[in-house]
């Protein structure tokens, strides 16, 4: 069982990395004025950036619960 717990723990870490990568990141500076200009021009995907981040949220949580459960294991 423990091993079964290992693994999901492992396939949940490269989820979560894999997951937060696929974000568009938060544009800063003269680069981030620029772009947000063709963003307002063009659009922007709001929908996949939103579901993005409710999949990071819920990876996260089962992260952390398998860490945990894995930490208390005894």
Do not use: N, P
């Not at 996949?48 to 459960?69: P, Q, R």
């Amino acid at each position: 069982m423990k091993t079964a717990v290992t693994v999901l723990h492992f396939i949940l870490a490269i989820a979560l990395i894999a997951v937060v990568i696929l974000q568009s990141g938060r544009s800063a500076g003269l680069s981030g004025a620029i772009a947000g200009g063709a963003e307002t021009l063009f659009g922007k995907k709001k929908g996949m950036d939103e579901l993005l981040g409710k999949v990071t949220i819920v990876v996260a949580v089962l992260f952390a619960a398998t860490a945990l459960g894995l930490a208390a294991w005894k």
